[in-house]
């Protein structure tokens, strides 16, 4: 019987294949060429402009205060049952205890302070990028003249508007992007994580962090060394402003040319095909939460070191 | 057919960000296979290894990334 379910799922899924492909080329006449911007759009609420992409960093922060909150409810009220997790208790514990022993494998005792931050990092870039793959984001908004370049015409179904593949001068608003396909999100969680690494660093070492940066003892003990090492400090000192960059380019980019792929490969053929790359999506979007903890605790783990610990 | 300032700049965007992924591309390949061969052979450091290999990935990639910003400055600002 199992076996029967397994072959039939697998014919279901090639017939899927077969007439996507055939109609995909075809649909194509009927599908919309999507409208790729880079700055976030912005929403009209009301007498406001939004930016669809705070929208979506607010939907995310509710999923995750709600997720929580609802999932400690048993132990912040102090009840009995929360010594014997279940339902939604257990998921938080299960993801909480695996990213604590996760990063103190790579931390060591010195994760205790820094877990708060580096699990905040990791759980809100989670899902900030999952939520970009539910129906809905970056599809239903409000439509509006085009600012700049080509648009498309407009179809009346019922009290709904539908672009159409015809040239004319509208375009789509969404009302709903994930936050990290917008620049200004990266760059601020990158700023946020390289100013914590500092914190930590003279939290651990006291003020002497800063020789790491303008090293004036290797200068004065004198010799070439100390010349090189003075040198060292102030590559060390760029690499803290290049760091900024990377973080923030390396989300942002991952992220925003994920939404350009799915936009893109849904357009070109919008049946069967797009769940794969949903699928990559998920992946990508993890890995990238997962680097960005990772990374942020390592850069914390060399700040914290102390520099003369090595020689 | 006079090539205008637009297509230098889809040209030299396409060519910074194509150009730019090669090393980095080559780069993170060498680590996966550093990385899958170090966990062939020591099956209990996987979690090190791991966590290392993405280290490792995410320097190389930051080189991309790099290119990836020229071409968006090529792109939208230029």
């Known amino acids: 019987m199992k076996r029967v379910g397994t072959v039939l799922a697998v014919i279901v899924l090639i017939g899927l294949c077969a007439f996507s492909c055939v109609i995909g080329p075809l649909g194509q006449q009927w599908v919309v060429q999507p409208h790729i911007q880079m700055a976030a759009e912005m929403v009209p609420i009301g007498s406001v402009k939004v930016p669809n992409t705070l929208i979506g960093l607010l939907i995310a922060d509710l999923v995750l205060i709600g997720l929580f909150l609802a999932g400690t409810r048993h132990i912040r009220a102090g009840r009995p049952e929360a010594m014997v997790p279940r339902g939604l208790q257990n998921l938080v514990e299960t993801i909480y205890e695996f990213l604590t022993n996760f990063l103190r494998g790579i931390l060591g005792e010195r994760a205790e302070k820094m877990l708060p931050l580096l699990i905040t990092f990791f759980l809100f870039i989670l899902v900030a990028n999952w939520i970009e793959l539910f129906p809905g984001f970056d599809t239903v908004g409000v439509i509006e003249h085009v600012h700049k370049g080509e648009g498309h015409a407009v179809r009346q179904v019922g009290p709904l508007l539908f672009l159409t593949h015809e040239k004319g001068e509208y375009m789509l608003v969404p009302f709903l992007r994930a936050a990290n396909t917008d620049l200004n999100v990266p760059l601020a969680l990158a700023l946020i994580s390289v100013f914590m690494t500092q914190v930590y660093g003279v939290q651990a070492l006291g003020w002497g962090y800063f020789s790491r940066f303008i090293n004036i003892k290797a200068l004065t003990s004198g010799g070439f060394m100390g010349v090189m090492n003075f040198l060292v400090g102030l590559l060390e000192t760029l690499s803290e402003f290049t760091k900024i960059i990377s973080f923030g380019f390396r989300l942002f980019g991952n992220i925003f040319a994920g939404m350009v792929l799915l936009l893109v490969i849904s357009s070109l053929v919008p049946f069967v095909a797009p769940v794969v790359f949903y699928i990559l999506e998920l992946f990508v979007g993890a890995v990238q939460a997962l680097v960005f903890m990772m990374l942020t605790a390592a850069f914390t783990a060399v700040a914290t070191a102390g520099h003369g610990e090595h020689h | ?78």
């Open chain 2, 1 to 78: 057919m006079e090539i205008s300032k637009e297509v230098m700049k889809l040209l030299a965007a396409a060519l910074a960000i194509g150009l730019g992924a090669i090393g980095p591309g080559i780069g993170i390949g060498l680590v996966g296979l550093g990385g899958a061969q170090a966990t062939g052979r020591n099956p209990e450091a996987s979690g090190t290894i791991l966590t290392n290999m993405i280290l490792a990935i995410a320097f190389a990639e930051a080189v991309a990334i790099y290119a990836l910003v020229v071409a968006l400055i090529l792109l939208f600002v230029a």
